[in-house]
């Protein structure tokens, strides 16, 4: 502990604000690492609530709460449930900070994020904090570009299907739009996409198309009586029927408003926060999982900061799964 200036790592007030309190990189750089956060700092492209450009600076706030997952003090912490193995008690996490963005300027601001996307995912796992939906689909494609030769598949956890086309207010790019043109401009086989959460009132030209192509979904009500264990294994084996590896899409707007209120277009009748958890938890066990971003959050519109702690503790929950946990010890 340096002696004037440094703070203990419990102390979510001090220091600057990285994921977890990892290291920051310097910018433009990207180090070999087991995980490398970057920020989408862009809510250009959202529809009726803005303020998602805010979502990576205020999910790293609250994310220092959880560092010692993967930076573990005297006694590295582990989630409640059975006793379980732990792989290992470190793991190297990079904060890369936020990718230049142009503001109002989609086409240029998405050759940014594709680039700053492959040049991390080249390096170590990427994890990209939004920024509305919409940046999810350079995020994507240039995930792609870092695995040459591979067909990656999209496991999505979204209240919305994302599938609109061309909107006649919003165009074709926008935060109601990235999977469509994950599957019409970047070649991703639409039955190796699988959506989780949808509800509320969708569109019948997206749910037709859905249906015509192949699209796999699961509701809330399934998920429910199956449990999250069950629906991510049933999810992942979908996705890998029809492609090589998978990048996981998460909109806060999953969660029901009562725990997740601050994101853009929130829709009642959603995942409990527990159930969210849990969800991520049982996705990190699979190893298929190569990239995540989690988007929409809008810290302007969640004044208890409870929808960005609950971002930032359900990615801690993949980080632990995928990169520390072992097997369930046995008992004797
Ligand atoms: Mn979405």
Known sequence: MPKNFGNYFEMVFADIATFGKAPAV???SFPQADLAVFGIPWDYTATLRPGARLGPRGIREQSIWFHEVWNPGSTPLVGYGPPRERKRDRMSIVDC??????PGDIM??????????????????????????????PTYQGVRDAHPGKTIGIIQIDAHNDLCDNDAVYGTHWSGTPM????????????????IGLRGYLGTVERDYQRRNGVNIIHIPELRAAGAEAVAAKAVKAVLEHAD???LTVDIDSVDPSAAPGCSTPVPGGLH?????????ALGQYEEIIAMDLVEVSPPLDPTNQTT????????GFIEERFLLGPVIASP
């Open 26 to 28: 310097a910018s433009g």
């Open 245 to 247: 590896l998978i990048y």
């Open 273 to 281: 926060g527990e159930e969210f958890i849990a969800l991520l938890r």
């Open 180 to 195: 469509r043109r994950s599957i019409e401009d970047a070649r991703l086989d639409p039955r190796a996409l699988c959506q």
């Open 309 to 316: 702690l609950l971002a930032a503790y359900g990615i801690f």
């Open 108 to 137: 240029r601001t998405s050759e940014s994020i594709r680039a700053a996307a492959k040049s991390v995912a080249e390096k170590a796992f990427p994890l990209m904090l939004g920024g509305d939906h919409y940046v999810m689909f």
């Open 97 to 102: 900070g936020d990718v230049t963005i142009w």
